[in-house]
C-alpha cells in the first residue's frame, strides 16, 4: 500500500498538476495556489484520507508535509 506521503502526491498532481516531489516541502501559497484552490485541494485530502482539517488549521500547519504529518498522527 501507498504511504501518506506518496498518495497525498499523487492527489497534488491529480488536483493540482503539480509533481514535483519537493513540492511537499512548500506551503500552497509558496506553490502559487490560490486559496480557492487550496480549499478544494483540502477537501479532496479530507475525503481521500477521511480526516476533518479546516482551512484554518491547514494554514497553521504550514507546509504540505506538515498536513501529511498531520494525517498520519490522526491514523
Do not use: Y
Request: negative net charge; contains cysteine.
Amino acid at each position: 500500500m501507498a504511504t501518506t506521503e506518496q498518495r497525498f502526491q499523487s492527489l497534488l498532481e491529480q488536483h493540482l498538476g503539480i509533481s514535483d516531489p519537493d513540492a511537499i516541502n512548500s506551503s500552497a501559497s509558496d506553490l502559487g495556489i490560490n486559496s480557492v484552490d487550496a480549499v478544494a485541494f483540502l477537501k479532496e485530502v479530507c475525503k481521500e484520507f477521511n480526516v476533518n482539517i479546516s482551512p484554518g488549521d491547514a494554514v497553521k500547519l504550514g507546509s504540505m508535509r506538515a498536513v501529511v504529518n498531520h494525517i498520519d498522527a490522526a491514523g
